[in-house]
């Protein structure tokens, strides 16, 4: 190691310290019981690293690292407050916020380094912006798309891969050219803008329904530009926590094109969208089964066991207090009441987790999709709230459709199911969904708050 | 220079598995508060933001600096502070209540 005065060694400890709080703290995210203990371990983990940056000896000006801390916690508050359906949105933003950080830094580095900068260090730095500024841009617009002020629905146009992907060429060449001549200076803002138009139209053509992933590629870039950064700045807890961040986000992204039954290279060059509207023409008026909520109570309240499918729809119709209601009375009756959560239920992952947990929906009833997908044949009632694609059998079974192998909730193998749905018209993707055409299948047709209440009122009425 | 290199890319490894295994035991009710959490822990790049307005070594490094530190600081702010929330609804039906 080379010399270190005295405050150096302090620091590297605190560091390495707030490293292994910053592990536990993921650690303890394993299960609801232990996850706040996380949380102390990370703030704990983050004073300490912010208090002993501060013994840095090169520091001299103190007075706009303080301005830029309270302004900077002033932001974060209300950031911390938003409504939990807003959460996308918001961790969409954070992305942004955290890449621009990244970027900047990274900006500033290489100004107060060029021309004496080495091939490696050019290397990362180039890497940290890149990444940097197309996440930054790119989070802005998914946060954009979810907040619903930029249309959901996929733009696309001829040639876009094309122009994306030469785009990025552009700023590769771009940094290759100033990891040889670091001194080409005026190429840098090149290597900032361009990055910075790729992450605009790369989320351009992404629709509302691969939102998960999106956010989940996004986080892993941002991720990643921050370990590049560590590597600039030769700080390890960066680097570790970069890596840490990187490789949850890819996780994340893994778990979600699966749930999806895409690949990467499809969600980000696909446009599902854009899709066409399965076998059009090939579904007439086919009869379905329809029920009013007394008759949907009846039944409700003759089972043993009950899934609930909730979808992104629940939401919307913000039916989830009213869901807590169904629950609570049907519990009451001795009936089993259980959730089942796809992975991509919600607009991120595991958002449906949070919006049922914030209807106060104990979290052992939440089941993931691998655990209760093997109940369904043992189950009385599946009742579908604001879920489609998630349910469609044409997914299982018919190899024309537009999502063919992905994995579904089999809720068809329920001995009764139940949707409620507005209209027959087809969901986002524009898909048919043979479920409900099924001779078990019972449509209840209505609002899902109001339609939830009315079964709600039933059962408690009635006995 | 050459093998403070060399250590940093052992280092990056070595917490890339580390965050693999850890992650992957993550229950996936908790996806979403693991994302604004992981976020929090990233917004650590204040650090670096702290170091360049500290040492004053040109106005446009500090003018960029300080917008740094102000989106890293609302990151972990926010981060952490919606974390919190979230967790905080993560309720059992077993063992309070009846």
Known sequence: MNELAGSQYLIEVIYLIASALFILSLK????????????????????LAIAGTLLHHGIVDWKWIIIALVLGSGIGIPLGMVQMTAVPQRT????????????????????????????????????????????????????????????????????????????LGIAVAAAVYLVLHPEARQLFPIMVAIPLVFGVFMVIPIGGADMPTVISLLNSYAGLSAAAMGFVLQNKLLIIAGALDGSSGLI????????????????????????????????????????????????????????????????????????????????????????????????????????????????DRLVEMDEIN????????????????VTNPAARSDASSPIYGMPILDVDKAHTVMVIKRSMSPGFAGIDNPLYYLDNTLMLFGDAKQFVGAIVRELSGGH | MGSNLIDALFIFML???????????????????LMSLTNALDAIAVVGAIVLVGERKSWFATVLGVIAIVAATSNVVGGFFITDR??????SSRPTKP
């Open chain 1, 28 to 47: 303890w995210m394993s299960s609801p019981a232990t996850a706040r203990h996380g949380i102390w371990a990370g703030e704990i983990g983050m004073v």
């Open chain 1, 92 to 167: 969409a933003l954070s992305h942004a916020f955290g890449a621009l950080c990244v970027t900047l830094v990274g900006t500033a580095e290489f100004y107060l380094r060029t021309p004496n900068v080495p091939k490696f260090m050019m290397s990362v730095l180039s890497m940290e912006v890149i990444l940097g500024s197309l996440t930054f841009t790119g989070s802005l617009m998914a946060a954009g798309k979810l907040q619903e002020i930029l249309p959901q629905r996929p733009i696309t146009y001829k040639g876009q891969n094309l122009v994306n992907l030469g785009l």
């Open chain 1, 252 to 363: 994340l992204s893994v778990i979600m094109s699966k749930a999806m039954n895409r690949s990467f290279t499809n969600v980000l060059f696909g446009a599902f969208g854009q899709m066409q509207p399965a076998a059009a023409g090939g579904q007439e008026a086919r009869p379905v089964h329809s029920a009013t909520a007394e008759e949907a109570a009846a039944i409700l309240a003759a089972a043993n066991k009950v899934v609930i499918v909730p979808g992104y729809g629940m939401a919307v119709a913000q039916a989830q207090h009213k869901v807590r209601e169904l629950y609570d009375i049907l519990t009451k009756k001795g009936v089993e009441v259980r959730f089942a959560i796809h992975p991509v239920a919600g607009r991120m992952p595991g958002h449906m987790n949070v919006l049922l947990a914030e209807a106060d929906i104990p979290y």
């Open chain 1, 374 to 389: 093997g109940d369904f044949p043992q189950t009385d009632v599946a009742l579908v709230i604001g879920a489609n694609d």
């Open chain 2, 15 to 33: 917490a890339c598995f580390i965050g693999f295994e850890v992650i992957r035991h993550v229950s996936p009710l908790l996806h979403t508060p």
């Open chain 2, 86 to 91: 979230m967790l905080k609804m993560f309720k």
